[in-house]
């Protein structure tokens, strides 16, 4: 089972809906919002769908958050 160590903040309002994060996440914890943000793009959402299982948790690697153009992902570590 996997430990969660991190966790991320996407702000929507900031993404141009690129989804460089949502390639590069090792763990796929992002994933396209179904909901326009107000610049006219569906904005990356995180999810930690698996979190229950253990299974596909943020380690906090930040790999989202150095891939993304518009520097609209926070990374916290726990
Ligand atoms: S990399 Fe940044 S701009 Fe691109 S989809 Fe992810 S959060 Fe949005
Ligand atoms: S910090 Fe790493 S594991 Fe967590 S969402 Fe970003 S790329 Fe995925």
Redesign the pocket.
Known sequence: MAKKEGLIV??RE?????????A?CPNKL?IISDELNQMG?Y??EYTEADSRTGDRVCNGCAT?AL???????EVYRE
């Not at 900031?14 to 949502?22: P, T, V």
């Not at 891939?67 to 992902?73: H, K, S, T």
């Open positions: 996407i702000d900031l993404c141009k809906g690129c989804y460089l994060c949502i590069a992002i793009y904005p990356a989202c891939v993304c153009p518009d520097l609209a992902i």
